[in-house]
Antibody, heavy 124, light 108 residues
Framework: QVQLQESGPGLVKPSDPLSLTCTVS????????WSWIRQPPGKGLEWIGY???????KYNPSLKSRVTISVDTSKNQFSLELNSLTAADTAVYYC??????????????????WGPGTLVTVSS | DVQMTQSPSSVSASVGDRVTITCRAS??????LAWYQQKPGKAPKLLIY???SLQSGVPSRFSGSGSGTDFTLTISSLQPEDFATYYC??????????FGQGTKVEIK
């Protein structure tokens, strides 16, 4: 059974970049879409962006100018970089695998496997 | 962006109760909606996708219905392990995929 694990710093200074990695185990990163999703303390979920194993990406327009997601298939990992951090970026960051259902020429995505999440605090 | 609004924000219920949670989309999303369960300190878990399809391994007391803009998640007989926060997610309009603000199911 596939498992995901986020890793990265728990504390980042304002204006610094954040770099997180998600390691996929128990299965291949190939043939799937992979996302980053975050949740500020006590609040709801926000989708950040996805990467396909081939390298194609799509980002939330609200974060697009600050986000880069990349993949390393040789390591079965994908990564998130988020620039120009502020306190508003304090959140639990999750990586997740997509379940894709295609019908009528369109495809729809859900998140069927999640990592446990990692809390990132932005503070000086 | 498609805005997802859940109601109620919280509900108090007892073991054995039938619980219904509603999710409304700001525009039609056909049947492209999912429901997740999140327990404190844990990641969300996919329960239902495509409005009414049960994810593998999820108990049959969970069911979903709806299409267009109005959707419901029903727990037919609430169990102790079901006390959690539930989120809906629309998958029709992208980017971005968007979530509701959550409904907390609490013990009465």
């Amino acid at each position: 059974q596939v498992q995901l694990q986020e890793s990265g710093p728990g504390l980042v200074k304002p204006s610094d970049p954040l770099s997180l990695t998600c390691t996929v185990s128990g299965g291949s990163i190939s043939s799937y879409y992979w996302s980053w999703i975050r949740q500020p303390p006590g609040k709801g979920l926000e989708w950040i962006g996805y990467i396909y194993y081939s390298g194609s990406t799509k980002y939330n327009p609200s974060l697009k100018s600050r986000v880069t997601i990349s993949v390393d298939t040789s390591k079965n990992q994908f990564s998130l970089e988020l620039n120009s951090l502020t306190a508003a970026d304090t959140a639990v960051y999750y990586c997740a695998r997509h379940r894709e259902d295609c019908t009528g020429g369109s495809c729809y995505h859900w998140f069927d496997t999640w990592g446990p999440g990692t809390l990132v605090t932005v503070s000086s | 962006d498609v805005q997802m609004t859940q109601s109620p924000s919280s509900v108090s219920a007892s073991v054995g109760d039938r619980v219904t949670i509603t999710c409304r989309a700001s525009q039609g999303i056909l049947r492209w909606l999912a429901w997740y369960q999140q327990k404190p300190g844990k990641a969300p878990k996919l329960l239902i996708y495509a409005a009414s399809s049960l994810q593998s391994g999820v108990p049959s007391r969970f069911s979903g219905s709806g299409s267009g803009t109005d959707f419901t998640l029903t727990i037919s007989s609430l169990q102790p392990e079901d006390f959690a926060t539930y989120y809906c997610q629309q998958a029709n309009s992208f980017p971005p995929w968007t979530f509701g603000q959550g409904t907390k199911v609490e013990i009465k």
